[in-house]
Each structure stands twice: as C-alpha cells, then as structure tokens.
C-alpha cells in the first residue's frame, strides 16, 4: 500500500519561509516523478511544482518560479517543496503525488496516489 505524508506546514507571515516534505512509503519513488499541488478554499486544486525521476528537470506554475523550488531525496524516498518570499495568496492545502512516468506533469489526472495534505497559511 503506497502512502504519502506531508509535513511542514504551518502559519506564517508574508515574506516567510517553510519546507514542506512529502515521505513516501510502499514504494521507491526513485523511478518516478512527483509533484506538489495546492488547494485554496472555494478552489480548485492547482499544480505549484513537479521533480522529474532523476531530478533532471523541474517545472513551477508561473506564480511560484522564483520563490518555490522542488527538491528530492530519492535515499529517503522523499520530496521537498522549499516556499521563500511566500505570499497571502500562497494560502492553501498543500499535496504531495505520485506521478505515473518518469518526466512528470501539471496535469493532476496523470498522478495515482495523493497524500492528506498539509495546510499553510501565510498572513499579510
């Protein structure tokens, strides 16, 4: 049974930091691309960031490059999201998947296990 659990959300204020990490259990996530997804009250979920299997290519959501950067650790079987300059409109549940290939996408159709979230609240 494949799991994720997020951790490292958390209230902030704008112009902070947080690390998000995403640990993956049942599976190596070596041979796959992972990828981070955000979730707004009264929204859709929305892709923010996704790590390619071997960490050769990562791509961001145009409102988080230059602030968010994706990260892996493939020893611990965990992903990262490191969150600078966040914003109030970073406000969100946060979701770390497991991508079906190898490149990854923003597509969350193309995901197949999800984890429960993490919530991070930035305040102005």
């Known amino acids: 049974q494949v799991q994720l659990v997020e951790s490292g959300g958390g209230l902030v204020q704008a112009g902070g930091s947080l690390r998000l990490s995403c640990e993956v259990s049942?599976?190596?996530?070596?041979?796959?691309?992972m990828g981070w997804f955000r979730q707004a009250p009264g929204k859709e979920r929305d892709f923010v960031a996704v790590?390619?299997?071997?960490?050769?290519?990562?791509s961001y959501a145009d409102s988080v490059k230059g602030r968010f950067t994706i990260s892996r650790d493939n020893t611990k079987n965990t992903v990262y999201l490191q969150m600078n300059n966040l914003k109030p409109e970073d406000t969100a549940v946060y979701y770390c998947?497991?991508?079906?290939?190898?490149?990854?996408?923003?597509?969350?159709?193309?995901?197949?296990?999800w984890g429960q979230g993490t919530q991070v609240t930035v305040s102005s």
């Open positions: 998947a497991v991508d079906r290939g190898l490149w990854g996408n923003s597509n969350s159709e193309e995901y197949d296990y």
């Open positions: 049942g599976r190596t996530i070596s041979n796959i691309a």
């Open positions: 790590i390619s299997y071997a960490s050769a290519r990562t």
